[in-house]
């Protein structure tokens, strides 16, 4: 079955940096456009980046551009956000996403407090 496996969050102060993991399994990994979620306290859940099977394309959201970074090793299983320059308002529970065989996957999430 699809699972996936969110990780690598904790508490940063503002200006840190993180790198958040999901590793897939149970589907062909390659071929599915991933994604990274993320929903802050009393907030509707909202897209973060997404990246291509082939890695050959992202997007972001326009609060994220130029600070985090969406990439996949697709040998690995494995899709990664690099996050940069993190603010308060980053702090949020954060889940990867794929889409297979026509449903919605999630991982478990990740909590991202950024925080003095």
């Known amino acids: 079955q699809v699972q996936l496996v969110d990780s690598g969050g904790g508490l940063v102060q503002p200006g840190g940096s993180l790198t958040l993991s999901c590793a897939g399994s149970?589907?062909?990994?390659?071929?599915?456009?991933m994604s990274w979620y993320r929903q802050a306290a009393g907030k509707e859940r909202e897209l973060v980046a997404a990246?291509?099977?082939?890695?050959?394309?992202?997007n972001y959201a326009d609060s994220v551009k130029g600070r985090f970074t969406i990439s996949r090793d697709n040998a690995k299983n494995m899709v990664y956000l690099q996050m940069n320059s993190l603010k308060s308002e980053d702090t949020a529970v954060y889940y990867c996403k794929a889409n297979v065989w026509g449903g919605a996957y999630w991982g478990q999430g990740t909590q991202v407090t950024v925080s003095s």
């Open positions: 149970g589907f062909t990994f390659s071929l599915y456009l």
């Open positions: 990246i291509t099977g082939a890695g050959d394309s992202t």
